[in-house]
């Protein structure tokens, strides 16, 4: 039988990756175990923390016209940290949610309830992954270097957040999109509102997609009484809120552009705005295609965000050229 046809579980394979995966085709094998812990074989969760630095580098080089050879390195850096800083995130969300993670049949294959690791295996990994993160972040200015310590603050609570509140996407929010605020400090020197505006604005967007995403696990959340957006709103109520959230998304990034933009420049402004724009219509076509019953179309939906999000990074960059 080949790999795409053997089930999750015949080869340490996770329930709802991606078939053929290059974790579960190429990576050496004593690697698997860890990398599917850090989600690598689910590159998505990488683009979504992502995206919001890109945003915030660019705005931040198109407000103030400047570019440097730096800013070509925090372009990478971001990258390169995404993938740790989700990969550690996730390792600290499995760690904490093993117990939940075996009742649920989307996660029951995920490394530690399914035995390929051990929690101690995966505290040793998860620091790691921190300390790389964090001799990236230690080239960056003082005030970003702030800020990234204090965005760990969230990626520690949000584990939890599902067990006290309905809304526990919010803290996914705050984690999730803390690079806007980083990057454009790290571009700037400060801290400013248009990178605000921008942060608020990916937090809307998280409520967006990670609604959509919890809908999954509704009825074994309801089962382990885990709380979600999706539990929340139920099946009428979700999209009304999915089109406020979308609304909040396009009109704070649009507000955070017109906060932005250098004064007088008529066409950089209408470049600029061009990405909630297309975001908007982007995220208007998941909300037509929603089935709330159909989980793999909701995977899909999920996934197709990395698109929506890269949407505005494409034209930050074309007004950055123009």
């Not at 015949?10 to 050496?28: E, F, L, S």
């Not at 993160?133 to 970003?144: D, N, Q, V």
């Not at 990234?148 to 949000?158: D, E, T």
């Not at 009825?219 to 109520?237: M, Y």
């Amino acid at each position: 039988m080949s790999p795409n046809h053997t089930t999750p579980e015949a080869d340490g394979q996770v329930r709802d990756a991606v078939r053929g995966n290059w974790v579960d085709t190429i990576a050496p094998r004593w690697s698997r175990p860890y990398l599917r812990l850090s989600r690598a074989d689910r590159p998505i969760g990488t683009w979504l923390l992502l995206l919001p630095c890109w945003w915030g580098l660019l705005l931040a080089m198109v407000s103030d016209g400047q570019a440097s050879w730096f800013d070509a390195w925090i372009f990478g850096s971001c990258a390169v940290g995404a993938f740790l800083m989700r990969g550690a995130g996730c390792t600290w969300n499995d760690i904490t949610d093993r117990d939940f993670d075996g009742s649920v049949a989307r996660t029951a294959s995920r490394p530690i309830p399914s035995g390929q690791v051990s929690v101690k295996q995966a505290l040793v990994w998860l620091a790691l992954q921190c300390v790389i993160a964090l001799g990236i972040l230690l080239t960056f200015p003082a005030m970003a270097i702030a800020l990234g310590v204090v965005s760990l603050l969230p990626v520690a609570v949000y584990p939890f957040a599902k067990r006290f509140t309905w809304w526990p996407q919010v803290f996914l929010g705050i984690a999730f999109n803390w690079g806007a605020l980083l990057v454009w400090t790290a571009h700037t020197g400060s801290l400013g509102l248009p990178a605000v505006l921008l942060y608020l604005a990916g937090m809307a967007w998280t409520l967006f997609y990670d609604t959509i995403y919890a809908h999954q696990d509704k009825e074994d959340d309801a089962l382990i009484g885990v709380k979600s957006t999706a539990r929340l709103f139920g099946e009428e109520g979700t999209p009304k809120w999915l089109a406020r959230f979308l609304v909040a998304t396009v009109a704070l990034m649009g507000l955070a552009i017109v906060a932005a933009a250098p004064s007088g420049e008529i066409l950089t402004l209408v470049i600029l705005i061009g990405g909630p724009w297309a975001m908007g219509w982007h995220m208007m076509w998941q909300m037509r295609r929603l089935k709330l019953d159909d989980h793999d179309r909701l995977l899909g939906l999920f996934r197709s965000n990395r698109n929506a999000g890269l949407l505005p990074v494409l034209f930050f960059a074309a007004a950055l050229l123009v």
